[in-house]
């Protein structure tokens, strides 16, 4: 049989569609058919990922015959095979012609390396997003009303060196994260799940880990800076760094846990693939603008609101900069806004969801 054949074939045991195909090795449906057209020819790697696909040998694939894989060898080295080996065993016989088929009826696996990708991409966002609270932590440390080194000009300068640390360290984590992402995607705009139930249990058993144990450090925290306001009169300085050193491991285990569970769903990443492909064919969703024009013009809001409470601080309008954002309370209202503007973008994300659905069922 000749390449185009095997193809052919292999696809057909597979109950695969070109377009399904071609998503499976990262190329067009295009490509696809010009290969089974014989207009065109795969490189190496390609031929190399089709066998591992399938299940076969090079060999079979491009010189063989993949539904009787063992025939090449066979017929190469007929004349020194006894004749009566054939049909010693009925198992043997009938594994030649059941030798593609085995590897197409087991499980679905992971030829695309998703699963480690699933999880260096969890690492990396969850690791980023927890440097920055952590660095954020460190400064207060030094905070200039109750630092650890008591009264001293470097109080200032310690503060915003561990801010900046940690927001370095996590922009290193975030940056990659999020291009090797993309760059996943890129390559591989379709996968094939091949998770089981066991996983997904374990996966769940390990989100309610990350859940309680990242409440709980919170709680602690909490804990901490309510002891040491009423029983100790400290409201600034290490007992919010305890806090926020505490809720770093909880965030982190927030975001890496529930990553890891919610890239489990390989559907939901294979529509996003094709939502994407017909954005980029000029087909957008008109509900997808719609949500991020929404969310933008909230976030733009929320960023005025609060240049608006810094600047407009009693304070800053006496021209007593010093004073500015040196209270707890004024701190807590310059950043509510922004926390309040990313839940008004998931009640308005969720909002045109549903008017979609409606629209799309009438």
Not at 301 to 319: D, E, Q
Request: charged share 20%; with cysteine.
């Amino acid at each position: 049989m000749s390449f185009r054949a095997n193809l052919q074939y292999l696809r057909a045991q597979r109950n695969l569609t070109q377009e399904r195909l071609a998503m499976l090795l990262g190329v067009s449906r295009q490509a696809i058919s010009k290969w089974e057209s014989e207009k065109a020819y795969p490189e190496m790697d390609k031929l190399l990922m089709i066998c591992d696909l399938f299940g076969c040998t090079l060999d079979d694939l491009v010189l063989g015959d993949v539904s009787r894989p063992a025939a090449s060898a066979s017929a190469a080295g007929s004349s020194n095979v006894d004749p009566s080996a054939e049909t010693a065993s009925p198992l043997a016989a009938s594994s030649k012609t059941a030798g593609i088929i085995a590897p197409i009826a087991e499980l679905a696996q992971d030829i695309t390396g998703y699963d480690e990708h699933r999880r260096r991409f969890a690492l990396l966002i969850a690791g980023g997003v927890a440097a920055i609270v952590a660095g954020v932590g460190i400064g207060n440390l030094f905070d200039s009303s109750n630092s650890i080194l008591g009264a001293t000009p470097l109080n200032d300068f310690l503060t915003f060196l561990c801010v900046c640390v940690g927001v370095i360290a996590g922009l290193a984590m975030l940056i990659p994260g999020g291009l090797s992402r993309i760059d996943f995607k890129r390559r591989h705009p379709y996968v094939e799940d091949f998770y089981t139930g066991e996983d997904r249990s374990r996966e769940l058993r390990l989100l309610v880990i990350g859940i309680v144990g990242g409440i709980s450090a919170i709680l602690i925290g909490i804990a901490v800076t309510v002891y040491a306001d009423d029983m100790l009169g400290v409201s600034d300085g290490w007992p919010n760094a305890i806090f926020l050193l505490l809720c770093a491991p909880g965030v982190f285990g927030f975001v890496y846990c529930g990553m890891r569970y919610s890239l489990l769903n390989i559907n939901a990443y294979n529509k996003a693939a094709e939502d994407d492909r017909k954005e980029h064919a000029g087909e957008q969703d008109f509900y997808a603008r719609l949500t991020g024009a929404v969310c933008g013009i909230i976030m733009l809001i929320a960023t005025a609101t609060g240049l608006c409470l810094l600047f407009l601080n009693p304070a800053a309008l006496r021209g007593d900069w010093s004073a500015v954002g040196s209270s707890a309370a004024d701190g807590a209202m310059f950043w509510l806004p922004w926390p309040i503007g990313g839940v008004l973008c998931g009640v308005a994300a969720v909002a045109i969801q549903l008017i979609k659905d409606y629209r799309e069922r009438k």
